[in-house]
């Protein structure tokens, strides 16, 4: 770290990493991590049991990071072990013995580049379209329950959520209709517990490396308790999905035409010999698909809803985008005309309102690395072995990228290029301080020309960016247009007002309301 530390990167205090008040056991610990970047800048590193650790908010830095590794997976690539194991958690789950899937297998694993190749055109343009139907029904389905359910009774809205994204994945990837829509309180409902449980163990696992060595001695009470609760969880949901594989496997290997979802894809990939994938692998795949896909796109409709409901004049302005589109259920039209899937792109407020809650609840706010070898990112020599924590949420949040940050500002989103960090800033480059760390390397890229960098993506960028993408963003735009066209959302009062939904917000590989989010849905007219 002295390496690190000689070049002028700021180190971040990480505190003892085997006391219960570590920073990297906080729930939320994204929250830290951003303020850690407004005070030591875009690049600055702690350590964790004796590893280097270099977090990146800097948008010329990361997408450097981004850059190699999607050309140079030998030189930057996914981590795998200590100390930050996120990908290998996820393996324990997914398929029995575990295997790797396309989240947690290295970019140079022959069968990751396969896989990733051969299922990315289920999420073509052509195919979304199809899946708008799909979408459109398991939301009517929704829709229904919220009438049934009624605005005087609390619902637990993200609840709810990802069950209409288990319901949409199970539809569209795999035409599987789980109907955990159809009763928000039913089998599909339990099954979505159990898939956002299983991530928080994963990641309770990460932030605890004891954990996994304490679960193994069963003459501990607590340790017994919690590995009996593990194992079972574990278990029911390697059972759900192995029962999925096994459908998706008897289907056998059709033509595109008749089956262009994420299961043909995945029964049409083969290996460098020309063989199958073995079938734990594919039933590895088919879970990766859930966990990757449900609770981001369920929280991310669920941030929106939220942040929309302490917005009254954000509200108002959506109201009557959707009113001018002929959508909005008023006492006018009681009977408003169906969303299609040509109107996504035309409701550029509500895209807009989207794209800012993603900003402030960047779901899945952290992305690890590690440098296999010496390399360079910037200005900086970053030495093997070290651990690169892309800040994802601390990215679009901080101060250097951002103004009036932590403002709920869908508007800002009008503009072109809004995705885009912009060098030198307006007032420009600080000479000192934190913000200097936030600038493109001078000489390689600034005077090379490169006057921008993404400083927006909830989706990441380069060759791992999230294969889901087009679906997470259809869906997520379908299933707000057609809620807040019939409803509006109240947060209930035992959420405690903004502070208490804050106070809730987890990092468990996502943000979300870690005991879920009480609203109230009134119907409207209202
Ligand atoms: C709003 C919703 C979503 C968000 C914000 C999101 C975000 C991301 C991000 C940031 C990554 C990169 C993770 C990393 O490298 O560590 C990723 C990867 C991935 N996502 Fe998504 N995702 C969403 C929805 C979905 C959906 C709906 C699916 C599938 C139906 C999906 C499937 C995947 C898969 C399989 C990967 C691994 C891709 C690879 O490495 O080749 N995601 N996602």
């Not at 574990?234 to 008749?258: K, N």
């Not at 869906?475 to 009062?493: E, G």
Request: glycine share 8%; charged share 25%; with cysteine.
């Amino acid at each position: 770290h002295l390496a690190l530390r000689r070049q002028g990167i700021p180190k971040a205090s990480s505190g003892n990493p085997l006391a219960a008040s570590a920073p990297w056991k906080r729930r939320d610990l994204h929250r830290l991590g951003q303020a850690d970047c407004e005070a030591l800048g875009g690049i600055f590193y702690f350590r964790i049991l004796g590893f280097n650790c270099v977090q990146i908010s800097d948008p010329w830095l990361a997408a450097e990071v981004l850059e190699l590794g999607s050309r140079r997976p030998d030189l930057v690539d996914k981590p795998r072990g200590l100390p930050l194991p996120i990908y290998d958690c996820f393996d324990r789950g997914t398929s029995d013995p575990p295997q790797p899937s396309m989240i947690s297998a290295a970019a140079s694993d022959p069968l990751w580049r396969v896989i990733r190749k051969g299922v990315a055109p289920a999420f073509s343009a052509p195919n979304i379209r199809r899946a708008f139907a799909a979408v459109e029904e398991v939301t009517g389905r929704l829709l229904a329950r919220l009438r049934e359910h009624g605005a005087q009774r609390l619902l637990d809205l993200d609840g709810a959520l990802m069950c209409h994204a288990l319901d949409v994945i199970g539809k569209v990837a795999f035409s599987r209709d789980f109907k955990a829509t159809m009763d928000l309180n039913g089998p599909g409902a339990a099954a979505c517990r159990m898939i956002k449980e299983i991530c928080a163990v994963g990641v309770d696992d990460m932030r605890n490396p004891l954990r996994p060595i304490l679960r193994a001695m069963p003459f501990l009470p607590e340790a017994w308790t919690y590995r009996r609760r593990t194992l079972a969880l574990t278990r029911s949901v390697q059972a759900l999905m192995r029962d999925l594989a096994e459908e998706v496997h008897a289907r056998g290997a059709r033509s595109e035409e008749e089956d262009p979802t994420v299961a043909g894809h995945l029964m049409r990939v083969r290996d460098a010999a020309g063989r199958p994938l073995p079938f734990t692998r594919l039933w590895s795949e088919i879970s990766i698909v859930f966990m990757a896909g449900m609770e981001t796109t369920g929280h991310t409709i669920s941030w929106t809803l939220y942040l929309v409901s302490q917005h009254p004049a954000v509200e108002a302005r959506l109201a009557a985008e959707l009113d001018a589109a002929g959508l909005l259920l008023t006492r006018a039209r009681p009977r408003p005309r169906a969303l299609a899937h040509a109107d996504l792109g035309r409701l550029t407020y509500l895209q807009s309102v989207v794209k800012e809650a993603q900003r402030l609840f960047s779901v899945a706010p952290l992305v690890v690395r590690r440098a296999l070898r010496d390399v360079r990112v910037g200005q900086y020599d970053v030495p093997a072995g070290t651990c690169l924590l892309l800040h994802v949420y601390a990215m679009h949040t901080t101060s250097a990228n951002w103004s009036q940050p932590a403002e709920f500002l869908p508007e800002r989103w009008l503009e072109s290029d809004a995705e885009y960090a912009r060098w030198p800033p307006e007032g420009g480059p600080a000479e000192t301080g934190p913000a200097s760390h936030c600038s493109p390397d001078p000489e390689a890229s600034w005077q090379g020309g490169q006057t921008r960098a993404r400083r927006f993506m909830p989706f990441l960028e380069g060759s791992r960016q999230c294969v889901g993408m087009s679906l997470a963003r259809m869906t997520t735009a379908t299933t707000v247009a057609a809620l807040l066209s019939c409803f509006t959302f109240r947060l209930s009062d035992d959420m405690g007002g903004p502070e208490g939904v804050r106070a809730s917000e987890a990092y468990y590989v996502t943000i979300q309301p870690a005991e879920g989010l009480r609203m109230h849905a009134i119907p409207r007219p209202c």
